[in-house]
């Protein structure tokens, strides 16, 4: 079974809700997540995301999160969001803020088509306001989908 969600979030919306390189043989699946959504971006005619540490810290912070408790979802086990990963690993003064999990794809070629056959993933992916992104990657033997990915997306002020 395959699973994915979209979430996005702007500095406005979260004041009212809360008051590369081409990848080379033998790298990440991160690395090739990347790789494969500038790829996409390109043909949409959007600029490349650069990666962004303290996005990919809360990226794998949160796809850990999903396959140490077995779910899929934009809220963490205990109640983070997308904001306050992103605050926690380190990525203030963003503008915006968007996310895509996934579970149960077998490799990054298969996330990221899955997410682009997905409207709201697709046009995260696709917004090419957005300049960062950093990735989550976790395989978990014994859960309800073995992998997990996050990808999260940002842009400063």
């Given at each position: 079974?395959?699973?994915?969600?979209?979430?996005?979030?702007?500095?406005?919306?979260?004041?009212?809700?809360?008051s590369?390189?081409?990848?080379?043989?033998?790298?990440?699946?991160?690395?090739?997540v990347?790789?494969?959504?500038?790829?996409?971006?390109?043909?949409?005619?959007?600029?490349?995301?650069?990666?962004?540490?303290?996005?990919?810290?809360?990226?794998?912070?949160?796809?850990t999160?999903?396959?140490?408790?077995?779910?899929?979802?934009?809220?963490?086990?205990?109640?983070?969001?997308?904001?306050?990963?992103?605050?926690?690993?380190?990525?203030?003064?963003?503008?915006?803020?968007?996310?895509?999990?996934?579970?149960?794809?077998?490799?990054?070629?298969?996330?990221?088509?899955?997410?682009?056959?997905?409207?709201?993933?697709?046009?995260?992916?696709?917004?090419?306001?957005?300049?960062?992104?950093?990735?989550?990657?976790?395989?978990?033997?014994?859960?309800?989908?073995?992998?997990?990915?996050?990808?999260d997306?940002?842009?400063?002020?």
């Open positions: 079974m395959f699973r994915c969600l979209a979430a996005v979030l702007t500095a406005a919306t979260a004041a009212t809700a809360l590369t390189t081409p990848a080379v043989s033998g790298a990440s699946p991160r690395t090739w990347i790789k494969l959504t500038n790829e996409e971006r390109a043909r949409a005619g959007c600029p490349e995301l650069r990666g962004n540490l303290a996005l990919g810290r809360a990226a794998q912070r949160h796809s999160d999903m396959a140490k408790n077995d779910f899929v979802g934009h809220t963490g086990s205990r109640g983070s969001t997308l904001e306050t990963r992103a605050q926690a690993a380190g990525y203030s003064g963003w503008r915006s803020l968007a996310e895509n999990v996934a579970a149960g794809q077998w490799s990054p070629a298969a996330v990221v088509r899955s997410w682009m056959r997905s409207p709201d993933h697709r046009a995260n992916i696709l917004n090419c306001s957005l300049t960062h992104m950093g990735v989550g990657y976790v395989m978990k033997r014994g859960t309800a989908h073995g992998k997990y990915w996050t990808q997306f940002g842009k400063k002020s």
